[in-house]
């Protein structure tokens, strides 16, 4: 496993497991074969409703606790200084732990920025290893840096060869912040048939998924990946062994539809926010 180094000195691995979307039996069942294939990232989320189940595999592991990095995220409606503070208490007694490695504002939304006050005061308390964002575009990335303290040491957001975040990528890269791409195989969509990606994997012997996530981790991004399967949990990890040339990077560079509109659910539609604001 390749690691990234965050911008307060945290490392942290490249690749990780994704558990949104699954049910706690899933859960249950995923994360003893990810950790025996090596996987030591675990990525949840209080809105994924599945801490509790993460924190009973984390506690039935034999894998150190220090050895794990664990991930979960502020939702939008606990935003605010106050509010945050307890939610926090909520989901690190829900994971059974009593640190996070990283804590992301899950979307930007609310008052986040009380919520970052809040998570601010956590790192110093050492109970937060690292602190980041979710979904955050360049403007709000950039608001919350120039007016806070700590910078984020990781913006997650969805990211594949169909929605590259080109914008993005460069302002995080002037700040020190790791990009992590969520839904790096379009949830198993249209990406993973497409014929620049399936040559490239035919070239290597490599899956399209393996070939995704390696040029993820090549050029520099942090991923989650979700299955409940365990032959795919074992083949998504199975990126560390070869390396894409630069023309197959290019390759893939050139196939992002974000910049004709074609990239995906964008967080500044206000549709965006209606729809989030009917989940509990
Ligand atoms: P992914 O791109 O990881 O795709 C997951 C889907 O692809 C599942 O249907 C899975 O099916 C399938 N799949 C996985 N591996 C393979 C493979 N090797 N070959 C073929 N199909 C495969 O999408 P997610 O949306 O789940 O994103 C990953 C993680 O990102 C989430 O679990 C979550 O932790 C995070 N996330 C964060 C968000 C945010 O707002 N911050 C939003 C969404 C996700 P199966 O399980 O049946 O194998």
Sequence with gaps: MENFTLNNNVTMPALGLGVFQMTGEQVRAAVPVALDAGYRLLDTAS???????????????????????????????????????????????????????????????????????????????????????????????????????????????RLNPYDQRRDTREISARYGTVLQAWSPLGQGGAVLKDPVLVSIAREHGKSVPQVILRWLVQTGVSVVVKSVHEDRLRENIDIFDFALTHAQIDAINALDRRETGNGGPDHRDPAMLDLLRTFE
């Design 47 to 157: 809105r994924y409703y599945n801490e509790e189940d993460l924190g009973a595999a984390i506690a039935e592991s034999s894998v150190a606790r220090e050895d794990l990095f664990i991930t979960t995220k502020l939702w939008f409606k606990d935003h605010g200084y106050e509010a945050t503070r307890t939610a926090f208490r909520v989901s690190l007694d829900k994971l059974g732990l009593d640190y996070l490695d990283l804590w992301l504002v899950h979307q930007p939304f609310n008052d986040y920025y009380g919520s970052w006050r809040a998570m601010e005061e956590l790192v110093d308390a050492g109970l937060v290893r690292a602190i980041g964002v979710s979904n955050f575009y360049p403007d709000r990335y950039y608001d919350l840096v120039c007016h806070n303290r700590v910078v984020p040491a990781v913006n997650q957001l």
